[in-house]
């Protein structure tokens, strides 16, 4: 791990989204940003340590806390897990949209205050790394995304969970931001990485292998943009291979 940066986490809320920053090394010659989502049940300080190792390579580095998590929770995280995995489309796809439209609110806020470079960064884990490549193609200004154990289908097709199935309402949400769905919203040709456990059975690679073939004449000039790793015998974990790659790629990109 890099030598952690000294910066003190600091905290507000950016309309109604709870969020936090660690600003970079004042040696920093550019203003980027890298916005770094939670998992499932998490909150956005259980990302301290990824925002660390981003804020010590020059980054500004935020983490804001999903719809419905940490300081916007109405439930223990234990509550959400039962509700959520007791009726998958219904719950799980609200939270994946509204938070993804938050992004968009939190990239506006991060220009105005910090004039930060327009070519935008993404990750997250998990339920994280979905609402993070959803957001790169609802938001031209997200240039790079990379994401553990995650996928741009929202249906999860094979996961080791039923479906359930979606209400009127969560359907909206589906079927107009789903990434698998909507190639068409990547065409600004965002540099996409996921890291993916080969053997993961609740967040199946097979839906990023999907959208990397549905992209492949989006990206024919460019196709080292999209990248998909499976690392063998890893399940729904993250690695630090996965982290380390993740990471790279955002430096590279």
Same mark, same amino acid.
């Given at each position: ?57 020059? =980054? /500004?580095?935020?983490?804001? %806390? #999903?719809?419905? *998590?940490?300081? +916007?929770?109405?439930?223990? @995280? ?93 359907? =909206? /949400?589906?079927?107009?931001? %789903? #990434?698998?769905? *909507?190639?068409? +919203?990547?065409?600004?040709? @965002? ?40 690392h063998p015998g890893a399940g729904h974990t ?16």
């Open positions: 791990m890099a030598e952690s940066v000294k910066s003190a986490m600091q905290k507000t809320w950016i309309d109604h989204i709870p969020a936090l920053w660690i600003e970079p090394d004042s040696g920093s010659p550019t203003r980027k940003l890298v916005i770094w989502i939670p998992p499932f049940t998490s909150r956005k300080e259980d990302m301290e340590r990824y925002l660390r190792e981003f804020a010590a390579r020059g =980054f /500004f580095a935020l983490s804001f %806390d #999903p719809w419905q *998590h940490g300081q +916007r929770a109405t439930e223990s @995280p234990e509550a959400l897990q039962a509700r959520v995995f007791g009726d998958f489309r219904r719950f799980m796809w609200p939270i994946f949209a509204h938070t993804a439209l938050d992004a968009l609110r939190v990239v506006d806020w991060a220009i105005d205050r910090w004039n930060v470079e327009r070519g935008i960064r993404v990750g997250g884990i998990s339920m994280g790394g979905d609402v993070a490549v959803a957001a790169a193609g609802i938001d031209p200004r997200i240039t790079c995304a990379a994401v553990i154990a995650a996928t741009p289908d929202w249906t999860r097709m094979g996961m080791d969970l039923p479906p359930g199935k979606a209400d009127s309402y969560s359907q =909206f /949400f589906y079927e107009n931001l %789903d #990434p698998l769905t *909507h190639p068409e +919203r990547y065409r600004h040709m @965002p540099a996409i990485a996921f890291e993916c456990g080969a053997e993961d059975q609740h967040v199946p690679a097979d839906g990023a292998l999907r959208f990397q073939e549905a992209l492949r004449e989006t990206y024919h000039s460019c196709p080292d943009r999209l990248r998909v790793t499976l993250t690695t630090e291979a996965m982290w380390r790659n993740c990471l790279q790629w955002i430096l590279a990109h």
